[in-house]
């Protein structure tokens, strides 16, 4: 079964400051990884994605994250953080064989103005 | 519609009542998921629909819980004999292709409360 990891549940940051949000997954398969965004009062939508080709992937709002297979990992990154970055973020991992995605619980990003 | 579209968005219930939850789907999508949300954790898979049959229900955590869906369309989650720790936001989602592989959308979920 797969299995998703992301380390920091909560994350305060000012704005201007980099941010990194880790994400982990176990699966020994082919995976296809994303990152969802959740903005306070507003549905979950997807901020990027990874299927294959180059493992930096850029998303909206200067988003990009990295996979790196050797890690299981799909890390969160974005320079300069701003006030309205504040909301969930959830990385989820799916095998390319299933209907469905595996989610993490979540990490909740404030970024003080 | 334009978006995944659920209703209602809040329901209280009371414990041992059914409940019906509704989900309209982008038109045109074949995929259809329904998660559920929890107080403080990830989004827990409960089951997909590829068309109007379900190859993973994997996730339904008894078997008070059920789903269909009709047309290629609307999908309802039904929960028989609620109990207080049914309560979370349940969350519907539709893609495209025949897997999440395809960019997903969400819908705004249904707040359940079991009193």
């Known amino acids: 079964a797969q299995s998703v990891s992301q380390h920091n549940h909560h994350v305060i940051l000012s704005e201007a400051a980099s941010l990194e949000l880790g994400c982990n997954y176990s699966?020994?398969?082919?995976?296809?990884l994303f990152w969802y965004v959740q903005y306070p009062g507003q549905h979950l939508q997807l901020l990027l994605k990874?299927?294959?080709?180059?493992?930096l992937v850029k998303g909206i709002k200067g988003f990009e994250a990295e996979f790196i297979k050797s890690k299981f990992s799909f890390n969160l990154r974005k320079p300069s953080v701003q006030w309205s970055d504040t909301a969930e973020y959830f990385c989820?991992?799916?095998?390319?064989?299933?209907?469905?995605?595996?989610f993490g619980d979540g990490t909740t990003l404030t970024v003080k103005p | 519609g334009a978006g995944v579209s659920q209703s209602p968005s809040n329901k209280v219930t009371e414990k041992g009542k059914d409940v019906e939850l509704r989900c309209d789907p982008i038109?045109?999508?074949?995929?259809l998921y329904w998660y559920r949300q929890s107080l403080g954790q990830g989004l827990e898979f409960l089951i997909y629909?590829?068309?109007?049959?379900?190859?993973?229900k994997s996730g339904l955590p008894s078997d008070r819980f059920s789903a269909e869906r009709t047309g290629g369309s609307v999908s309802t989650l039904t929960i028989q004999r609620t109990q207080q720790e049914d309560s979370a936001v349940y969350l519907c989602?539709?893609?495209?292709?025949?897997?999440?592989?395809?960019?997903?959308?969400f819908g705004q979920g249904t707040r359940l409360t079991v009193v």
């Open positions: 989602a539709s893609s495209f292709g025949g897997t999440m592989n395809t960019e997903a959308f």
């Open positions: 989820a991992v799916s095998n390319t064989n299933a209907g469905k995605s595996t």
């Open positions: 990874y299927f294959s080709g180059d493992p």
């Open positions: 629909f590829q068309g109007n049959s379900a190859p993973d």
């Open positions: 699966y020994g398969g082919t995976v296809n």
């Open positions: 038109s045109g999508h074949t995929a």
